[in-house]
């Protein structure tokens, strides 16, 4: 009662500048700093100080975009939020469903399941330095991690809510409040928030070190097999398997995708018509029809089956698919053309080189600790 008598004493504008004190700059909950985009509007920044994100050896330096430095906060936020299932309308389907550590962040399926167990139309790509990704999704949709964690949280077939009900979710969860205003400095949960916490967590899915790296970039000659030495040169070699002209092997690091849409020849019937059109759906460019983006070739051991529509269950079955030169089909890219030159040893060692790829996945990019065991939806083997 005295401090509210106290108040009414004080001019109008000390009394406003007390209640702004004391509500803006409460001790629980940090104001978070803003910035302007590019369009000038303010961008609510995370709390805390940023963290740099290691690169393994044989990728550059991670990419990260200025408006959402990833803190150790809003990463292990978005580590839960990526593995909580209650982001879809019906709690059965997480980002994990589709995209789990233990298949290589694939779900080891042709085509994926959503919820009530609808069926996709594409093979679900990898989570693994997506964050190198110059665009997202195997016809490039979206620009960046942050649109492309949307898509999926949005999209009927896959985990069917609307940005309204993923709020909603959230914002009925204490702990929720909890960390969003630790991470961001505020409890009022948007999906803005939501979708840049998670990519901030998959910008920390970066895996090389593999044998390959160790070999090439680090100089250890015994890091691979002599089998897998053969199938490199074979991988590079202009006048035998040409691999790199898309896959690409730098002096420096080697990302193994130029990030480009080619058309590969999957997917075309006889007539050489395409039931998916690819990259063609957002460009409208005859030239990109039944393109598809290429993919990153690391960890790809653990990626099977393979392709945009995971037509080729095995790596034997797409060096195969390459020899053959692909379906023919009037839009099919000039690189791609039949090796049927190469020998069956030959074929092997690129096998045994596309093996190689494989390196250790980041600590703490499994579910956390404290998301109870029966909320968490991940993929099983098959």
């Known amino acids: 009662m005295k401090v509210l008598l106290k108040l009414v004493c004080l001019s109008p504008l000390a009394t406003v500048a007390i209640v702004f004190a004391t509500t803006v700059h409460s001790?629980?909950?940090?104001?978070?700093?803003?910035?302007?985009?590019?369009?000038?509007?303010?961008?609510?920044?995370?709390?805390?100080?940023?963290?740099?994100?290691?690169?393994?050896?044989?990728?550059?330096?991670?990419?990260?975009?200025?408006?959402?430095?990833?803190?150790?906060?809003?990463?292990?936020?978005?580590?839960?939020?990526?593995y909580d299932p209650g982001l879809s309308v019906d709690g059965t389907v997480s980002c994990a469903t589709c995209h789990a550590p233990n298949l290589g962040f694939r779900d080891g399926k042709a085509l994926s399941n959503g919820v009530g167990g609808q069926l996709g139309t594409r093979k679900a790509p990898t989570v693994v330095n997506a964050v190198y990704n110059s665009l997202q999704f195997w016809d490039g949709r979206s620009p960046n991690l942050e649109k492309q964690v949307e898509g999926p949280m949005t999209n009927r077939v896959e985990m069917g809510n609307t940005p309204e009900g993923v709020v909603k979710y959230l914002q009925s969860d204490t702990k929720y409040r909890q960390l969003f205003a630790k991470a961001w400095g505020t409890e009022q949960i948007t999906l803005d928030l939501v979708t840049k916490s998670i990519a901030s967590f998959e910008r920390t899915v970066v895996i090389g070190n593999s044998p390959f790296d160790r070999f090439y970039y680090g100089g250890d000659k015994k890091a691979i097999s002599p089998a897998a030495q053969r199938g490199l040169k074979l991988f590079l070699n202009q006048k035998k398997g040409n691999c790199s002209v898309c896959h690409v092997i730098g002096s420096k690091y080697a990302l193994f995708t130029d990030n480009k849409f080619h058309n590969i020849g999957v997917g075309a019937d006889t007539r050489g018509n395409f039931a998916d059109a690819g990259r063609y759906a957002q460009t409208k460019n005859a030239a990109d029809m039944g393109a598809f983006k290429t993919p990153t070739?690391?960890?790809?051991?653990?990626?099977?089956?393979?392709?945009?529509?995971?037509?080729?269950?095995?790596?034997?079955?797409?060096?195969?698919?390459?020899?053959?030169?692909?379906?023919?089909?009037?839009?099919?890219?000039?690189?791609?053309?039949?090796?049927?030159?190469l020998t069956f040893d030959e074929r092997a060692d690129l096998k045994a080189f596309l093996n190689s790829l494989t390196g250790s996945s980041p600590p703490n990019v499994g579910p956390p600790a404290d998301l109870p065991s029966a909320k968490m939806q991940t993929a099983e083997k098959q």
């Open 27 to 82: 001790p629980t909950i940090n104001a978070a700093p803003e910035r302007e985009n590019h369009t000038g509007a303010a961008v609510l920044m995370p709390l805390g100080k940023p963290v740099k994100i290691k690169a393994p050896l044989g990728l550059p330096s991670v990419p990260i975009p200025p408006d959402n430095p990833p803190t150790e906060d809003t990463i292990a936020l978005g580590r839960r939020l990526y």
């Open 297 to 341: 070739l690391r960890n790809i051991a653990e990626t099977a089956p393979y392709m945009h529509d995971g037509s080729q269950p095995t790596l034997k079955d797409v060096v195969d698919h390459y020899v053959g030169g692909g379906t023919s089909n009037p839009h099919l890219d000039k690189e791609i053309h039949a090796l049927d030159f």
